[in-house]
């Protein structure tokens, strides 16, 4: 069992923390706000009241936090993760950050001797809470090989990809593909409800066939209820699209689709609903076609 430091203990971090804890590990936590370091220590969790106190000895240090600016502040920052970390330890980075903000952090935490992994994930704050999370893994293969059995308390796919910034770039793949998806769902529903059709029997025929998908299952119903508590929240997603845009344009490829459903994503959170889960995608596209 490993001794390790939790840091960032949000949506996603909060369960996964707990589950590290649920497997037999000795998991130390801190967050900004400190209600989620009680909620851990209620888990069977140790409370740390700073990033050096989370670090202090640990093995394992896990950081899941919202954006590439914050991993460079808790990681490389003068009193972040590398400044405390113990020599061989390893710093498994689960939160959604730009690739090369990714093979910077590997590279610096390679001169303290620290083995870095980028592993964001996938599975939302369900898979999270049920540790069936699917995770992409880029980093050298003996700290992957070294970073599998505590992985395995959070996740059900994990799957190295690559090396330093690898997991990233496959991330913010599936954040394409989810963004896209969300808004054909949209799209398909505001069709269905013009249209008088009863929704829940045709999102019901729609997930048995070809049209059917992760996405349908898991956000179908709340769309057509209109429940949009996160979740993920479309701020994070509007993140994840610059990611993907900066990594397009990186690679000298155009993605038209998701430069559409980026553009789409941008005009919710410039209209207020940056809080909402992103599949309030729907209310974006229920406007356009001026409907309610
Ligand atoms: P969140 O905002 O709920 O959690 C982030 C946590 O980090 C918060 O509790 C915040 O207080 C804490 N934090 C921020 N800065 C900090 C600092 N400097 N020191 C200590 N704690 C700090 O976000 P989330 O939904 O858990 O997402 C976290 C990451 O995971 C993001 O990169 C997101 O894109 C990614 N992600 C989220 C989901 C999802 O469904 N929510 C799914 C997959 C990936």
């Given amino acids: 069992m490993s001794k390790i430091g939790f840091i960032g203990l949000g949506i996603m971090g909060g369960p996964m923390a707990a589950n590290l804890v649920a497997a037999g590990h000795e998991v130390a936590g801190y967050n900004r706000s400190r209600a989620k370091v009680d909620q851990l220590v209620a888990d069977g969790g140790t409370a740390a009241s700073s990033v050096a106190e989370a670090v202090a000895g640990a093995e394992v240090v896990f950081t899941m936090l919202p954006d590439s600016p914050d991993v460079e502040a808790v990681v490389l920052g003068e009193d972040g993760v590398l400044a405390h970390a113990q020599r061989g330890a390893l710093l498994v980075d689960c939160s959604t950050i730009r690739p090369d903000t990714a093979r910077r952090v590997a590279e610096a935490a390679a001169q303290r001797e620290v083995r870095a992994l980028d592993a964001p994930v996938s599975g939302g704050e369900p898979k999270a809470i049920d540790g069936t999370l699917s995770i992409m893994v880029g980093g050298a293969a003996d700290a992957f090989a070294a970073a599998e059995d505590v992985l395995g308390a959070v996740g059900a796919t994990?799957?190295?990809?690559?090396?330093?910034?690898?997991?990233?770039?496959?991330?913010?793949?599936?954040?394409?593909?989810?963004?896209?998806?969300?808004?054909?769902?949209?799209?398909?529903?505001?069709?269905?409800?013009?249209?008088?059709?009863?929704?829940?029997?045709?999102?019901?025929?729609?997930?048995?066939?070809?049209?059917?998908?992760?996405?349908?299952?898991?956000?179908?119903?709340?769309?057509?209820?209109?429940?949009?508590?996160p979740g993920f929240r479309l701020e994070l997603h509007h993140k994840d699209?610059?990611?993907?845009?900066?990594?397009?344009?990186?690679?000298?490829?155009?993605?038209?689709?998701?430069?559409?459903?980026?553009?789409?994503?941008?005009?919710?959170?410039?209209?207020?609903?940056?809080?909402?889960?992103?599949?309030?995608?729907?209310?974006q596209i229920t406007q356009l076609n001026g409907r309610s």
């Fill in 241 to 283: 699209m610059g990611i993907v845009q900066a990594a397009a344009r990186e690679a000298g490829l155009t993605a038209p689709l998701g430069t559409l459903v980026a553009q789409l994503v941008a005009a919710s959170v410039a209209q207020g609903d940056g809080a909402l889960d992103h599949s309030a995608l729907l209310k």
């Fill in 158 to 229: 994990i799957v190295h990809v690559g090396p330093a910034g690898a997991g990233q770039t496959v991330k913010a793949a599936n954040q394409l593909i989810v963004a896209g998806n969300i808004g054909l769902l949209a799209e398909a529903l505001v069709f269905l409800e013009a249209h008088g059709v009863d929704t829940e029997a045709g999102l019901d025929v729609l997930g048995g066939g070809l049209a059917g998908s992760s996405v349908l299952n898991a956000k179908g119903a709340k769309m057509r209820d209109r429940e949009f508590g």
